[in-house]
Antibody
Framework: QVQLVESGGGLVKPGGSLRLSCAAS????????MNWIRQAPGKGLEWVSY????????SYADSVKGRFTISRDNAKNSLYLQMSSLRAEDTAVYYC??????????????WGQGTLVTISS | SYELTQPPSVSVSPGQTASITCSGD??????TNWYQQKPGQSPVLVIY???RRPPGIPERFSGSNSGNTATLTISETQAMDEADYYC?????????FGGGTKLTVL
């Protein structure tokens, strides 16, 4: 079955860096665009970034632009999020989600179980 | 930046119909998708492209989108439908989520 498994979360000091990974299985990973979406504790969903199937198209939320970098390795069926200059407001559960249809008009299904990132001194 | 507005909470009695709205400028010109999130779980897609239902989602879930408002309707609401619901749309090359609506089945 289609499965997304995130890893790499943890406790990081403000200003630090962290790399999240998302391992995909059960579908042809290289055929889909992929997304990172986060949820601060007790808050709503916030889209972070997407990357097209061949990584030719990438987009970021303004809140992370210049600090986060999305990438993928289709040979390893893996999605990544390199996060730097981390701030307290980046504390959240980070989900990876498969994008269906095309960026600009698509939807997200399924979502992984999420990995918690905590930014604190 | 584009914004989607949802009511923070909606209450419904078991067996009744619940309607959750999502408002945005000319939202009817875009596709709206809806996600259900139960406590401690990841979001699940329940409606895509305004009104389409993914496999496995009960027929009591339906959606519509016109003008400035998209609506998620849950008919014959059950206790298991109690959850947070989020609408989602695209604004050019970025994704926008509504603030979420907590559905309480009393």
């Amino acid at each position: 079955q289609v499965q997304l498994v995130e890893s790499g979360g943890g406790l990081v000091k403000p200003g630090g860096s962290l790399r999240l990974s998302c391992a995909a299985s059960g579908f042809s990973f290289s055929d889909y665009y992929m997304n990172w979406i986060r949820q601060a504790p007790g808050k709503g969903l916030e889209w972070v970034s997407y990357i097209s199937s061949g990584d030719s198209s990438i987009s970021y939320a303004d809140s992370v632009k210049g600090r986060f970098t999305i990438s993928r390795d289709n040979a390893k069926n893996s999605l990544y999020l390199q996060m730097s200059s981390l701030r307290a407001e980046d504390t959240a559960v980070y989900y990876c989600a498969r994008g269906i249809a095309s960026p600009g008009a698509g939807w997200f299904d399924p979502w992984g179980q999420g990995t918690l990132v905590t930014i604190s001194s | 930046s584009y914004e989607l507005t949802q009511p923070p909470s909606v209450s419904v009695s078991p067996g009744q119909t619940a309607s959750i709205t999502c408002s945005g400028d000319k939202l009817g010109d875009k596709y709206t998708n809806w996600y259900q999130q139960k406590p401690g779980q990841s979001p699940v897609l329940v409606i895509y492209q305004d009104s389409r239902r993914p496999p496995g989602i009960p027929e009591r879930f339906s959606g519509s989108n016109s003008g400035n408002t998209a609506t998620l309707t849950i008919s014959e609401t059950q206790a298991m439908d109690e959850a947070d619901y989020y609408c989602q749309a695209w604004d050019s090359r970025t994704v926008v989520f509504g603030g979420g609506t907590k559905l309480t089945v009393l």
